[in-house]
């Protein structure tokens, strides 16, 4: 049974850092791609970043980059994304997702949500003064 776990939001001020992580279990981590996505209230979920577990090729929604790193532990089956500079836009409940044999990154766009095989649990994370 595959199963993704996210964890690490919670409440920082503008400007703070987060590391969120993300668990993968059931998987044979190099076959996937991990996936951040997130989702505010009364929004579309969107694409923030991804990681290609085979080859550690990452890419990154414009509105992230250069805030926003995402790394993987192959050894452990984790994905992290460290989220600096954070803003008040950056609220939002975010899940991890894994993408089975991703084709296509090379060309530098990030795959929709509905390219993903399976989701966790999302992770609120909230920017705020």
Known sequence: EVQLQASGGGLVQPGGSLRLSCAASGVTFDDYA????????GMEREAVSCISSSDARTLYADP?????TISSD????????????LKPEDT???????LYKP???EYGALPSRYEYDYWGQGTQVTVSS
């Open 74 to 85: 192959n050894a452990k089956n984790l994905v992290y994304l460290q989220m600096n500079s």
């Open 34 to 41: 991990i996936g951040w996505f997130r989702q505010a209230p």
């Open 103 to 105: 084709v296509g990154l």
């Open 92 to 98: 939002a409940v975010y899940y991890c997702a894994a």
């Open 64 to 68: 992230v980059k250069g805030r926003f």
